[in-house]
């Protein structure tokens, strides 16, 4: 059967219609792209973009995309000839006349004066089939009323499969073949190998932590964890800034791999004023007391102003929303995905996000479906996502401070859905707390004695914090050194892998 004839073929079928109208697709332009790849298969090499078998919409011309593709990919020439032996028994093809029907695809050659236009037009109509289903989901579920009436979350569903239209994704979620995973692991492999074993995901601008972990995984959820005054949300802005600096740097000085990305980060307890002050604090090594109070020395107001016009390029995007729901959360996610390429979400703190409403005042129940959420959005949006999270007063009631992952709050389902847990502790912090009183003249001796053991403990502790990795589903558990300076909230790796003074080797 004639290509020319397909679409009438098409067109009569139930499946192709919708409101009685024929979905969007031009057989005869995937038959004419067909050919030109039957002829030369170099034409693969010179797509803009990855055109795959679920792009075509006449079955048929999908199984020979796909064949096509899997001779290309070991190296053999794919011909009318040596697809031959694959579709004798094919049923699909014995209705357009058999495996003659390959030989007609490449009989005139017409394709091949404009292969990218072809390919461009059969992706394009793959999208708006997409659509058309994203629509008709949408007035179907806008219809249905026979469960609970939820219009916010099924527009955050509709917003969902929207987006995914928008990456390209018109043949929707689809299995992955091993070959296609496997490919990603050895390129994941080789950057790990090319940045000398560190790290195959984002970097967190921290060296014992990349270490530890190689990375920020695309996919990956890591709850950070801890006790107020530890330091989790110096920690998260300490990464973002990292993350999107990395980002920033190889966008400017190029090079083979790009270990960080720009950052979207959801402030649900400080503002973006707040946030960027504390970054700027940061980089110009200034105080946070010192900024807030406005006792700032000429050299040092310039030492911020120098920061300040060395990051306004900087791609760290920032939601300082309040009262987010996770769905709502999701959306805006998206929506920064889409327009400026994120590369990882910080979110401070989960506590602090909202449900559906549908927990029935069980905020166990609420916390699980949040954090199933933002499982679910790291892989959508195929980022790491860092939440951060409170600690139960469990801790405090304990000799022994360090955090244990029965420690975190309210739902054991923030475990259960993290790739990683971190905790941060600061022994110094407790410490800190026990401290005696400074002995005078007329201390005694026993005083005195008690505060020179306190002193000795002190200068061993300060200004050191451990990243406690509690879970790590694709590596060792374990401590991880770090330094912190409370003053201008800054954490930073040592310089030396003797980690004999933290109390672990």
Known sequence: MPATDLLDRIAKTPDATTTSRALPANPEAEAAFLGAVLIDNKVLEELPFPL???????????RIYARILTLADRNAVATPVTLKPYFDGDEGLKELGGTTYLAQLTADGQGLLATRELAQQIFDLAL????????????ETAFDTAT????????AEAEAALYKVAEGEAGGSQATDFRSAALTALKMAEAAMNSGGGISGKTTGLASIDEKTAGLHNSDLVIVAGRPGMGKTSLATNIAFNCAMAHLEHQRDGGPFNYGGPVAFFSLEMSADQLATRILGEQAKISSEKLRSGKLKRDEFQQLSYASQTLMELPLYIDDTPALTIAALRSRARRLKRRHGIGLVVVDYLQLLQGSGRANDNRVNEISEISRGLKTLAKELEVPVIALSQLSRAVEQREDKRPQLSDLRESGSIEQDADMVWFIFREEYYHQGSKPPIPDEKSSEEDKSKYRTWEEKHETLVNKATLLV???????????PLLFQAEITKFSSPATRDYSDWGYE
């Open 470 to 480: 509690a879970k790590q589903r694709h590596g060792s558990t374990g401590p991880v």
């Open 128 to 139: 708006l089939r997409q659509l058309v289903g994203v629509g008709r989901e949408l007035v």
């Open 52 to 62: 795959s078998p679920e792009h075509f919409f006449e079955p048929v011309h999908s």
């Open 148 to 155: 609970d009436v939820a219009p916010l979350e099924k527009i």
